[in-house]
T-cell receptor
Framework: RKEVEQDPGPFNVPEGATVAFNCTYSNSASQSFFWYRQDCRKEPKLLMSVYSSGNEDGRFTAQLNRASQYISLLIRDSKLSDSATYLCVVRAGGGNKLTFGTGTQLKVEL | GAGVSQSPSNKVTEKGKDVELRCDPISGHTALYWYRQSLGQGLEFLIYFQGNSAPDKSGLPSDRFSAERTGGSVSTLTIQRTQQEDSAVYLC??????????FGSGTRLTVV
């Protein structure tokens, strides 16, 4: 079983739609959680951290369910510029090494 | 510099040759990481340096791969006797704390 699992997509949505991505992780000792965004042929960039209480940054909302080992990202009012691959990222306890999911591809269309 | 700098940005090499990839992290960042990403695949951890501690080499795929970090700053990833399956984008990242990483733009390695 992969340490971090994501649906690869692609998710094709119209502009203005709300879309949600899910991710599961296998290591119950994981302590930090992130969503990264990766544009085609570019490096990954930090989108947001994920906190136990849930957190929001503009149109983006991230949630964590430790009991189910599940992370989600909700994007409201999708823009064409949101088209990218979204990587679910987990840090296990005891170090700084991050484990990346293979990503979920989002395509926002007119 | 303002960001993580990697060189070269592209490298084409013949099978069996050695290559060196360079990473210059953000000044003051104590942690430095190497990952690779093959076409359409996720990021694969290779090696991690943290301050003066022994590096975590657990992700290096074979003994043809090695890396060093000199003076707690610049890092070099060396691949000896390159094989076609080594073709990938090699990404370096640095961080200063337990927050996320900042990645460089990567070196695209093609072994022909």
């Amino acid at each position: 079983r992969k340490e971090v699992e994501q649906d690869p997509g692609p998710f094709n949505v119209p502009e203005g739609a709300t879309v949600a991505f899910n991710c599961t992780y296998s290591n119950s000792a994981s302590q930090s959680f992130f969503w990264y965004r990766q544009d085609c042929r570019k490096e990954p960039k930090l989108l947001m951290s994920v906190y136990s209480s849930g957190n929001e940054d503009g149109r983006f909302t991230a949630q964590l369910n430790r009991a189910s080992q599940y992370i989600s990202l909700l994007i409201r009012d999708s823009k064409l510029s949101d088209s990218a691959t979204y990587l679910c990222v987990v840090r296990a306890g005891g170090g700084n090494k991050l484990t990346f999911g293979t990503g979920t591809q989002l395509k926002v269309e007119l | 510099g303002a960001g993580v700098s990697q060189s070269p940005s592209n490298k084409v090499t013949e099978k069996g040759k050695d290559v060196e990839l360079r990473c210059d992290p953000i000044s003051g960042h104590t942690a430095l990481y190497w990952y690779r990403q093959s076409l359409g695949q996720g990021l694969e951890f290779l090696i991690y340096f943290q301050g003066n501690s022994a590096p975590d080499k657990s992700g290096l795929p074979s003994d043809r791969f090695s890396a060093e970090r000199t003076g707690g700053s610049v890092s070099t990833l060396t691949i000896q006797r390159t094989q076609q399956e080594d073709s990938a984008v090699y990404l370096c990242a640095s961080s200063s704390d337990s927050y996320g990483y900042t990645f460089g733009s990567g070196t695209r390695l093609t072994v022909v």
